[in-house]
């Protein structure tokens, strides 16, 4: 089955900087997620974006839904030690038969330095 | 608060044992799904479910079955646990239409 391509793989960065982080595919979606995992624990939804060009915030995260519909990224600013965990996009085709099935991404791996 | 229980969070088999990961959901979705995640690899989609006895194969379902005798409970099995089967397993579920499934917590499985 098809993934996603996300990278970075991982960062390692110190407190208080940015972060950025994409997601691309090679088919359309009409619904593009990004989940945060906390190690033990299961993937948890950060924000949902279900219009291309769509640029939605929530707190320090900023996630766009690209205007292909075919990539979307997330921006956390002045990153703290408790960012830390794997990020996941995931995309869908909502409506129809899809069920709501989610194709993932690979993961970032996010580590930040007190 | 809503909830995704899975019955262990580890698990420790020995290669040819069937294996049974059990999910629980209280909040009435119809979908339930199980992922297997592997580093590298992330979540990738084993079977699903969009009703009771209803299910469909996702991207991996070489090697599992599953069960869905009631609409809360999602059971996955191994018939005959391999080594490569060594993984984190999650399940989710969402209602139907719903684009934001909830994850249980995993079930971490080591094949030995």
């Known amino acids: 089955g098809q993934q996603l391509n996300q990278s970075p793989q991982s960062m390692f960065i110190q407190e208080g900087e940015d972060v950025s982080m994409n997601c691309t595919s090679s088919s359309i979606f009409n619904t593009w997620l990004w989940y945060k995992q906390d190690p033990g624990e299961g993937p948890v939804l950060l924000i949902a974006?279900?219009?291309?060009?769509e640029l939605t915030s929530n707190g320090r995260l900023t996630a766009q839904f690209g205007i292909t519909r075919k990539d979307s990224f997330l921006n956390i600013s002045a990153s703290i030690p408790s960012d830390v965990g794997i990020y996941f996009c995931a995309a869908t085709n909502a409506g129809g038969t899809s069920y709501g099935k989610l194709t993932f991404g690979q993961g970032t791996i996010l580590t930040v330095h007190p | 608060d809503v909830k995704v229980t899975q019955s262990s969070r580890y698990l420790v088999k020995r290669t040819g044992e069937k294996v049974f990961l059990e999910c629980v959901q209280d909040?009435?979705?119809?979908?339930m799904f199980w992922y297997r995640q592997d580093p590298g690899l992330g979540l990738r989609l084993i079977y699903f479910?969009?009703?009771?006895?209803?299910?469909e194969k996702g991207d991996i379902p070489e090697g599992y079955s599953v069960s869905r005798e009631k609409k809360e409970r999602f059971s996955l099995i191994l018939e005959s646990a391999s080594t490569n089967q060594t993984s984190m397993y999650l399940c989710a579920s969402s209602l139907i239409g719903g684009m934001n499934p909830f994850f249980g917590s995993g079930t971490q499985l080591s094949v030995l």
């Open positions: 909040m009435d979705h119809e979908n």
């Open positions: 974006l279900y219009k291309a060009g």
């Open positions: 479910s969009y009703d009771v006895k209803m299910k």
